[in-house]
């Protein structure tokens, strides 16, 4: 990482700015606090964390004042917050030598939509496509079977200058490191993202947790509980004395975080997920307890849920714009141009389940991202992925007596090649099936059985299994 010097203090004022900026926009940003190195608690239940490098007071200070002032440019132009900027990710996949052992493109699909879920805001916000038509697959078993962190050496000229880069990992050298990211830099190695791909919990920790968080330090977010154990940590007031723009995360509306600090105990339900005990002893320098939130992505706090706060977006805006002002790489990858899938259909199946099916009329996608709405004119928010030459997707998440609106989108395209918009109105769970109280003994049967206007089963007899439900086939 390159040196950065220590400059004076910027002000940005905030009326340029749109009244839901929240936080370090439109106030004097000073640090003076040491970060502290990571280090593994027993008190948390998942051992896979983030090994991003801290920055030194001096070098977030320089790092702030680049960020504000590419930010303000930004918003004069008129040019922040104002839709959807498409980000090209070029993924690099470590593989044996063989071959062999790779991070197939049906997870990286599934993984990336669900990364892209948390990018929007409103409509408005960062989506990711990936560069390229295949992979960049680096087959070789000494890095397969084990990569050293922060040792980039091997992966040197591997890297798309036009495109954030990302490595999936087989396996780290060191236990516990699940990935790690660098803060925006004017240099290609800034564009690494090193994600383990090969953990227990697949897609559901990768999609949901790790990438959107390490892509959040890419944007030049920290974590909640960042100087949580320093000489000034963060205050849990937000009122007078607040110094939520000064230390911490540098985001006021993320609550004040004691992860690290003694007496900070969690509690969890029946299905695992996480709350802050309120009977836990650590306290801020004012006596105040602590609430943190339990599901932000820059958390260490594993949660169920997860999001990213209004403060956030903002700030990862600030670190897109100042991205977009680097001079050794750029973010302008072109789309592939790939064929758009027709003749989407969507059907309600089994419970309250939506079957996507489609027509893939092309040979050069990475995969496919699947788009759902309530509305015809969005906003659309990726809900899952495939690989290529998929032509199905079952929606297990839609809510019952719902209208949906699905569209389909090669993951490595913009918005060229995006299918037309089919609707569905889902049903009550679960499913009503007939039963034949007193067995087959009066004849019963269904004269004829539609589901959205098509006749699926007609005159059918009596089954002395009685009735059952199943997801339509494509």
């Not at 700015?17 to 608690?41: I, M, R």
């Not at 709405?373 to 719902?402: C, Q, Y």
Request: aromatic share 12%.
């Amino acid at each position: 990482m390159r040196p950065y010097t220590v400059t004076t203090p910027l002000v940005v004022r905030s009326a340029v700015c749109p009244p839901y900026l929240l936080g370090w926009l439109g106030v004097l940003l000073f640090l003076s606090w040491q970060v502290p190195a990571l280090a593994q608690t027993s008190k948390h239940r998942d051992s896979l964390l983030c090994a991003t490098p801290d920055l030194t007071a001096p070098q977030r200070q320089a790092l702030e004042k680049e960020l504000m002032i590419a930010f303000r440019r930004k918003l004069a132009s008129g040019q922040a917050f104002t839709g959807i900027t498409y980000v090209p990710i070029r993924p690099h996949i470590f593989r044996q030598s063989n071959g062999k052992g790779s991070f197939d493109l049906m997870r990286l699909n599934n993984v990336m939509a669900l990364t892209n879920s948390y990018y929007l805001q409103n409509g408005l916000g960062i989506q990711f496509y990936f560069a390229g038509s295949t992979p960049d697959y680096i087959d070789n078993d000494a890095l397969y079977q084990s990569f050293e962190p922060f040792n980039e050496t091997p992966i040197e000229g591997r890297d798309a200058t036009r495109a954030l880069n990302m490595y999936f990992v087989n396996a780290f050298s060191g236990n516990g490191l699940g990935g790690y990211a660098h803060f925006p830099e004017d240099a290609i190695s800034s564009t690494r993202t090193f994600i383990l791909s090969a953990y227990y919990e697949t897609d559901k920790d990768l999609g949901n947790r790790l990438i959107p968080h390490e892509l959040g330090h890419t944007f030049n977010l920290y974590h909640t509980f960042e100087g949580s154990t320093s000489s000034t940590p963060e205050l849990v007031t937000r009122s007078a004395g607040a110094n939520c723009t000064t230390t911490g995360d540098l985001v006021c509306d993320t609550p004040a975080d004691p992860y690290y600090r003694s007496g900070v105990n969690l509690r969890y339900d029946a299905n695992g997920c996480p709350a802050y005990d309120p009977n836990s002893t650590a306290r801020d320098a004012n006596g105040e307890a602590f609430s943190p939130s339990m599901t932000n992505i820059m958390s260490y706090y594993f949660p169920c849920t997860h999001d990213f706060t209004p403060g956030q977006y903002d700030r990862m805006q600030a670190g897109l714009a100042l991205r977009q002002t680097h001079t050794t790489y750029s973010l302008d990858y072109a789309p592939t141009a790939v064929a758009a899938p027709t003749n989407v259909v969507a059907l309600v199946g089994a419970s309250k389940n939506v079957v996507i099916t489609w027509q893939d009329n092309a040979a050069n996608e990475m995969g496919y991202f699947i788009e759902r709405a309530t509305s015809s004119d969005g906003p659309f928010v990726p809900i899952g992925g495939v690989a290529p030459n998929s032509t199905r997707f079952v929606d297990t998440k839609a809510a019952v007596l719902t209208t949906y609106y699905y569209r389909i989108r090669p993951s490595n395209t913009t918005t060229g090649s995006l299918s037309s918009a089919v609707m569905v109105t889902t049903t009550t769970t679960p499913v009503c099936i007939p039963n034949t109280y007193y067995g087959c003994t009066y004849g019963d049967g269904l004269n004829t059985l539609m589901v959205n206007g098509e006749t699926l089963s007609q005159q059918s007899g009596c089954s002395a299994n009685n009735y059952t439900d199943s997801p339509p086939q494509p």
